[in-house]
């Protein structure tokens, strides 16, 4: 195992192979990848194209974190949310696939809910290609080649939302030479996988084609009372076809097509804990007590880790995704020209019961998507080394997000939350009006977007280099949404107020809105040579998210949502010693945001409910220190340890939403949450790792592998309220194994989270003092038989 992460916090277990987005300098970057796999221990250089071409990882100024395909066998991670157990600056919120967060050095997404009308600030890539929608990432990653963890803004070749920074996945690629890898693998809660890849040549030298598959079940690790069924399982499909074609040695063409399916029993709400009083000391009025009295319902444990929920109405997380992409890579001698171009779609349907309870309350409550995009991507970089490297290119991207929602209102909402003091007409005539009422919306943002950028390399000498982009980016946005009721639906509307459709969020909501905007992002980088293994850079950038539209029930209070607008500070050393065998990186960087997108929660007045919308927060900052050291004294041992400090804070924020238990009926339902930090982010965080292999006989080599991950406590809520408090939590992964025929077959015994830490992912408050919380994985383990041909 070889860790490296480019003057970096992250201390990513990996070899860093890179397959260039220029598919000219493939064959030659493959072959020094190869090198670099077989000579990793001995710390040989690792190859990374992270700015669009091949270099030394070393020699490159940015900061980035690269995994590599073995890396990935030897930790058995398949999903995004595993991979950032190796890299402390990446955290992966995922409430559900479309409610996904992406965060590099606490940055990138402040709201806990999606909306369809903006972007987030890490940008998604695989092979190339723009994934908009975060969602895209919570599929199986099958076949990867290399994840690169791109931190900070990487706005003039990734694009303006890449404010805080980008992961960029490449899969393999045909070969022309016969290869297959299938693997098998069984574990406890039911989960099984099966994976194979496969390529071969169809015409020798001229046509290669490659499939891989992959299928994984996992039982749920919950349990509803209600109807003793499993939550929270895990069942995913997923395909890739690729052609490549060599006409001759100037011209490439890689055509992929993919597929992607998971259905998932999720999300069981689980309940946390309770409050009856407010901050102050005063009782909360109607709080979850006296509404769990008036049903006699006896209340579910207050322990989330029971991972026992209840629910009585259907839920699940249930996706597709497809897609295809060409990639042209022309040699002209002096330059490479390269066009990749794609289409994608991306469905997510999903079903909620809302109430963590098994009375009929909320029966419906969910948001369909139907996303579509198309891009299209011009590059032109120049070949070889030359006193002035450059690279220049065109983007053109379309989208539209078709949003679905629908909510239903069952015979217990009524009293659930009225007061016990209604009086009984008025609770009558409120209960007839709402049980089995059911409200639809629709919502349709579109996206065009146009770019152009450049961006040069400048070798001042032999150890200095100045290199500098700009990028400039015009966008369209137009889209609309509406509320209405439902055809067919129950109940009775018309027997509710103006006031009280508004207050049970009923009544019909119709708006439309467009924006465009103009968008220049740029950024300049300093790097010398110390000496041959020693680069000391400095860098700025200055980025912009794009605004957009707020395609919610309370995005009419505010349509449309101003941009980010970023200016980001780094300096760095990355270094290594003691004939290679010793690597230490370390940065510190200051980013600072403008306008900062960021959710807020209305209350409605006189009730519990609320609205939520995105509106600009004045200003954010994230600063922090990262460092790594890696030391590999033999060939078969390699210990790594690295952490980062990110301290990241609202700088002005005097009109933030006040938290459920100071949000007293009756007062100004504000806070100023200036100075306090940025909610889902660990202030420190640190992982360490062991890779050791021995011989124990004729071609049989032993293999241990451990890492451990440990954030410090965080705020998940966008109030910091002191109910969506996080402790700190650490994660201790092991393998062990062997390994036949030079690497022929491996068989390996594996353990996720192996002390079976209890720790959470998410803690929500509510209005009315319930709490729950979503919680991370039980301790897993299993076996995995590998081959490869």
């Given at each position: ?35 670099a796999a077989e000579a990793a221990d001995t710390g040989e ?135 297959l890898t299938a693997e098998a693998s069984l574990g406890n ?601």
């Open positions: 195992m070889r860790i490296l992460t480019l003057y970096g916090t992250t201390a990513t277990l990996a070899l860093a192979i890179a397959t260039p987005a220029l598919a000219a300098e493939t064959e030659a970057v493959m072959a020094e990848a190869g090198a250089p690792i190859v990374v194209t992270a700015r669009r071409r091949a270099e030394n990882s070393q020699d490159v100024p940015i900061a980035i974190s690269v995994l590599d395909s073995a890396t990935m066998e030897r930790t058995g991670n398949f999903t995004l949310n595993q991979v950032q157990q190796l890299v402390p600056s990446l955290q992966v919120n995922s409430i559900n696939a479309r409610n996904t967060n992406v965060n590099i050095r606490g940055l990138g997404a402040n709201s806990s809910l999606a909306v369809d009308g903006l972007e987030y600030g890490v940008g998604f890539y695989v092979d190339g290609v723009y994934l908009a929608r975060p969602g895209q990432s919570q599929f199986d990653l099958v076949d990867i080649q290399q994840i690169e963890v791109l931190r900070g803004p990487q706005g003039t070749l990734f694009g303006k939302n890449t404010t805080a920074g980008a992961l960029n996945i490449t899969t393999r690629a045909p070969s022309f030479d016969p290869e809660y039911g989960y099984h996988q099966v994976r194979a890849s496969g390529s071969a040549p169809i015409i020798a030298d001229k046509v290669a084609i490659r499939l891989s598959i992959a299928d994984t079940h996992r039982d749920g690790f919950l349990l509803n009372k209600t109807n003793l069924t499993k939550a929270q399982d895990y069942d995913n499909f997923s395909a890739r076809g690729q052609l490549l074609i060599q006409p001759n040695d100037e011209l490439k063409i890689r055509l992929i097509g993919d597929y992607s399916k998971q259905r998932q029993k999720f999300q069981l709400n689980l309940i946390d804990g309770y409050f009856t009083q407010y901050a102050n000391g005063q009782t909360i009025a109607n709080n979850i007590f006296d509404r769990a009295a008036r049903f006699n319902y006896p209340l579910p444990t207050s322990n989330a880790f029971s991972r026992v929920g209840a629910a009585d109405s259907p839920y699940q997380a249930n996706m597709e995704s497809y897609g295809v992409s060409g990639q042209v890579d022309w040699d002209l001698g002096a330059a490479s020209l390269t066009s990749i171009t794609a289409y994608r779609w991306w469905d997510w349907s999903p079903a909620n019961d809302v109430d963590a309870t098994s009375l009929s309350i909320n029966t419906v409550a969910q948001q369909q998507n139907s996303q579509r995009q198309f891009s299209q991507e011009l590059r032109l970089a120049s070949d070889g080394h030359n006193t002035i490297d450059y690279q220049v290119g065109l983007f053109y991207f379309w989208q539209v997000i078709r949003g679905y929602g629908r909510t239903a209102y069952g015979s217990d909402f009524a009293r659930w939350n009225l007061p016990g003091a209604t009086p009984v007409a008025a609770f009558n005539t409120i209960n007839s009006a709402l049980s089995g009422l059911e409200t639809n919306s629709y919502s349709d943002p579109r996206t065009k977007s146009y770019a152009a950028f450049g961006q040069a390399d400048w070798h001042l000498s032999s150890k200095l280099t100045l290199t500098a982009g700009l990028r400039f980016t015009h966008e369209d946005k137009d889209g609309s949404f509406s509320r209405f009721l439902a055809p067919a639906s129950g109940g009775n509307r018309a027997l509710l107020t103006a006031a009280q459709q508004a207050q049970f969020q009923v009544n019909d909501v119709s708006f439309a809105a467009k924006v465009k905007s103009d968008a220049l992002s740029g950024m300049a980088t300093l790097g010398y040579k110390l000496t041959p293994d020693a680069l000391l850079y400095a860098s700025y950038s200055h980025g912009t998210k794009s605004g957009g539209l707020n395609v919610t029930a309370g995005g009419a209070l505010r349509p449309v949502v101003a941009p980010e607008k970023v200016d980001a500070f780094e300096i760095g050393l990355k270094s290594q010693l003691l004939d290679n065998t010793l690597t230490f990186n370390a940065a510190a960087f200051l980013t600072q945001i403008k306008d900062y997108q960021g959710n807020v929660s209305q209350e409605v007045p006189g009730s519990t409910a609320t609205i939520q919308f995105i509106d600009s927060i004045p200003k954010v900052r994230s600063k922090g220190v990262e460092a790594d050291v890696a030391y590999s004294p033999s060939n078969w041992l390699t210990l790594n340890a690295s952490a980062a400090y990110t301290d990241a804070k609202f700088v002005s924020y005097a009109n933030a939403p006040q938290r459920p238990e100071a949000a007293i009926p009756g007062t100004i339902q504000v806070q100023d949450l200036s100075g306090t930090r940025l909610p889902g982010v660990s202030k420190f965080a640190y992982t360490l790792g062991v890779d050791a292999s021995q011989p124990v006989g004729q071609d049989v080599e032993a293999y241990v592998h451990a890492d451990y991950l440990h954030r410090s406590a965080f705020n998940s809520t966008a109030t910091n309220s002191i109910y969506g408090i996080v402790p700190g939590y650490g994660l201790l992964n092991a393998r062990v194994g062997l390994r036949f025929g030079d690497g022929t077959y491996d068989v390996a015994f594996w353990a996720r989270n192996l002390t079976n830490e209890d720790y959470y992912v998410q803690r929500s408050p509510g209005t009315f003092g319930l709490i729950t919380a979503i919680v991370g994985e039980p301790r897993t383990f299993g076996a995995t038989l590998r081959a490869k041909w």
